[in-house]
């Protein structure tokens, strides 16, 4: 036997009960991905499997996989390739896909890949553990099974039974609102995750208050456009942030990710009231800096537009950062055009830029659109541009150093275990000596930052 099987098995028999078998699922992509693994984990302990040490002992593995870039959909028929052996040695190991990639692929996963024993997509993901239920059954036919309908329990699977992955740090995620209704002409989401639905508000105040019960300080809300959200009894986030508010023991509330052409007065105004419970932090992804490129975009804002929603927070929350999305090298992005980005950054002085080269993607409009660049040439403007933004970052993250801050400790630091890290109420990283303990509250003292993380 395997040595780590056998530790498994060990740790079975200390459990004092048999397990179904060992799962084991890597994530890759998003939050929305992130917690999709959540929820499976919860329903597959829910049925009695445990979690494996890793790939090599595990009887389940799932990938849920992200396709938003051209590079994820391609890591992970390279990982694939990596499963050969497992399978080899543990003929009764199950492989499914699930998330983007899956919904995207269907099918043709199978003929890339052989290791591969079903495939179900993000709006299906309630039915994974019947799939595979199936399939450690010996039902020949629930091999090659591909998932990817519209299911209306996916989104709401299995809220209440799961045992939640961020009881523990203090912190939890809650999907309020799935799929997308905007066509941005780069983007696979509407395609991969469909239109909207978004969840009834008691039912997600019910599973805030029952977090919150369980000593879970901060939520963030999930949506891949979460301020889009309107339930069908017309309630808002406008109505979900104050509700959930007011419930006891939540101490911070987040949401991401917004959509500015979406980020109305009413919803501001409703933050400020929030405030300080609803954090100073918002990422409000702007993809371009020129009105020109916004426009073959199809983001539905300018960038004059965009400036006046952050004037709009910043007005009702002086002390609120910003962190941001950005796509250099759209097709017929103009030198002039790409300036005007980085002319962009600088004005709104965000503290956080996720920044990407563009990638085409299947079934996109921007595919129609001339002016495609070198990849080189992308690459010299990300580069540019992350230079840039370190800059800034170093220059406003010095501007902490002598504070005294409110720290939700995470864990320990993955790059340095000697340290703890966690993050203030802006969203800030602060890693930190001491002695301290995952979900704590912490006031720390800032004595150092670099341009990613301060140092206290
Ligand atoms: N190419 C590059 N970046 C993309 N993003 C989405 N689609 C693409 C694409 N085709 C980026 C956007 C989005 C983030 C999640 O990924 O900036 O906000
Ligand atoms: Fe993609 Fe645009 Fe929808 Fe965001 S808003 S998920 S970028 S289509």
Redo the contacts with the bound molecule.
């Keep these: 036997m395997h040595k780590l099987q056998e530790r498994s098995l060990l740790r079975e028999k200390a459990d004092g009960r048999k397990a179904t078998g060992r799962y084991h699922i890597e994530t890759w992509g998003c939050q929305m991905n992130v917690h999709d693994s959540e929820k499976l984990s919860g329903a597959l302990e829910r049925d009695g499997y445990v979690r494996a040490d890793g790939r090599e002992d595990a009887d389940v593995i799932l990938l849920n996989t992200c396709s ?1 870039r051209e590079k994820a959909a391609e890591k992970m028929f390279s990982e694939l390739g990596r499963f050969v052996p497992y399978k080899r040695r543990n003929p009764e190991l199950v492989i499914g896909v699930c998330g983007c990639v899956a919904q995207q692929e269907g099918e043709r996963i199978f003929r890339r890949s052989d290791v591969v024993d079903f495939v179900v997509g993000p709006r299906a993901t309630a039915t994974v553990t019947r799939t595979l239920e199936r399939i450690r059954n010996g039902d020949v036919q629930a091999r090659g099974t591909v998932d990817t309908e519209y299911r209306n329990d996916s989104i709401r699977f299995p809220y209440d039974e799961i045992r939640r992955e961020g009881v523990g740090t203090g912190k939890a995620f809650v999907t309020v609102i799935e799929g ?5 002409t ?5 395609n991969t ?1 469909g239109r909207e639905i978004c969840r009834p508000m008691t039912s997600i105040l019910g599973e805030v208050g029952s977090l919150a019960s369980q000593g879970v300080m901060e939520m963030e809300f999930l949506g ?2 979460v301020n889009a959200y309107r339930d069908e009894d017309g309630n808002t986030l406008a109505d979900l942030l104050p509700a959930a508010a007011e419930i006891e023991g939540v101490r911070r509330l987040r949401f991401t ?1 917004s ?1 500015p052409a979406q980020m109305t007065d009413r919803l501001m105004d409703a933050m400020a009231s929030a405030s300080p419970t609803v954090c100073p932090y918002l990422h409000l ?1 702007v ?1 371009a800096g020129s009105s020109e490129v916004l426009k073959r ?3 539905g804002y300018d960038r004059e537009g965009y400036l006046r929603k952050i004037e709009g927070l910043r007005r009702r929350m002086p002390d609120m950062l910003f962190g941001t ?1 950005v796509i250099v090298g759209f097709p017929g992005e103009s030198e002039e055009q790409f300036e005007e980005t980085l002319s962009l950054l600088n004005e709104v002085a965000y503290d956080t830029v996720y920044s990407f080269a563009y990638s085409e993607r299947p079934a996109t409009k921007a595919l129609e659109l001339d002016g495609g660049m070198p990849q080189a040439e992308k690459h010299e403007r990300l580069r540019r541009l992350q230079e840039q933004q370190k800059t800034l970052q170093e220059r406003r993250n010095r501007q902490w150093v002598g504070r005294d801050v409110e720290v939700l400790v995470e864990g320990r630091s993955k790059r340095n275990p000697e340290r703890w890290t966690g993050r203030t109420p802006e969203n800030r990283v602060v890693n930190f000596d001491g002695e301290a303990f995952p979900g704590q509250l912490k006031n720390v003292k800032l004595l150092d930052s670099s341009a990613f993380c301060l140092i206290g």
């Design positions: 938003i997308c209704n905007h066509r941005c780069y983007c696979v989401v509407p995750r891949q456009t990710t959509h992804p993809q975009m199809r983001r999305d």
